[in-house]
């Protein structure tokens, strides 16, 4: 093989242009809209990261003093910047300067666990790297080397992540419980409850549905017969597992619906309808 042949060869790609492949100019011969699934997760979740973005450093209407409700963006609210009442948990941190969020004690960390989640790898490598776009639709990339690399190798780090977000799970749990609060003290429960506690369920079943709870709870056993009750865990959420996908975007939906009723409230543009109290 001469010198030129061999380099043709070396530089021809992997995947659909790999040499064994048929040569096919056309980047795909489908007809039908191939490119709206990943035109609208691409919108989908540049849509949730710009408002998220945004909302985590305006640092105004995220806490309603009457009725102690607190916006999941900011929780757990640490630092001495922390309008009075809103910090749960106390001061860990003196004042803040106002590019770093308020929630940055765990924003990084529910960031990372939603980048690494395996439907969320789906999505983007898909949508936003078009690896591949869609079936039989030719990608741009040359090579893919796997998750052993910077920056995918950071992928393998989903499982440390998943204990992250469980702990922040049972905080939005006690801010939910702790909204359970009248104006001037004692109980009180009102439309805001509702929308807090719809999203922590909701959080919750999108975070035990992981993968890596499913490895967790099960994955690691020889003998189910052995291990009943951790069977009957493994099973439950393996139930579970498979709606993974679509509480991945429901929840992205009530965090955004929760933010945003907190916001109103807070703000004074709507009133909370109450119940009792």
């Known amino acids: 093989m001469s010198a030129p042949a061999r380099n043709e060869s070396s530089q021809a790609g992997t995947g659909v242009r790999a040499p064994s492949r ?13 490119w709206l699934s990943p035109l609208l997760t691409t919108a989908g979740l540049a849509t949730f990261v710009i408002y998220a973005t945004i909302r985590s450093f305006v640092r105004t209407a995220y806490w309603v003093e009457d009725y102690h409700y607190l916006t999941p ?11 009075p009442g809103s910090s749960h948990f106390g001061h860990w941190f003196g004042e803040l300067p106002s590019w770093i969020p308020l929630g940055f004690i765990v924003l990084p960390f529910l960031l ?10 789906k999505a983007y490598y898909r949508s936003v790297w078009m690896s591949p776009p869609a079936c039989a639709v030719a ?15 950071i992928q393998n780090a989903h499982r440390y992540f998943f204990y992250v ?31 807090l506690l719809t999203n922590v369920i909701l959080l919750w079943a999108y975070t035990l549905s992981c993968h890596s709870c499913r490895h967790v709870t099960g994955g690691r056993l020889k003998h189910f ?53």
């Open 225 to 277: 017969s052995k291990h009943p009750a951790r069977y009957w865990m493994w099973t439950q959420i393996t139930k579970l597992n498979t709606r993974h996908m679509p509480l991945a975007w429901t929840t992205l939906g009530t965090l955004v619906l929760t933010d945003l009723y907190v916001m109103l409230v807070a703000s004074g543009a709507i009133a909370d309808p109450r119940f009792v109290n």
């Open 165 to 195: 977000a469980v702990l922040v799970s049972l905080v939005n749990t006690y801010d939910a419980i702790t909204a359970f609060h009248g104006k001037g003290g004692g109980f009180g429960f009102g439309l805001g409850n509702i929308v």
């Open 112 to 121: 990372g666990f939603r980048l690494t989640c395996y439907y969320y790898r």
């Open 73 to 83: 963006f900011y929780s757990p609210c640490v630092s001495a910047s922390c309008v």
């Open 22 to 34: 048929a040569r096919i100019a056309e980047k795909t011969l489908r007809t039908d809209r191939w």
């Open 139 to 153: 990608e741009p990339h040359a090579k893919y080397t796997g998750e052993t690399k910077l920056p995918l190798i």
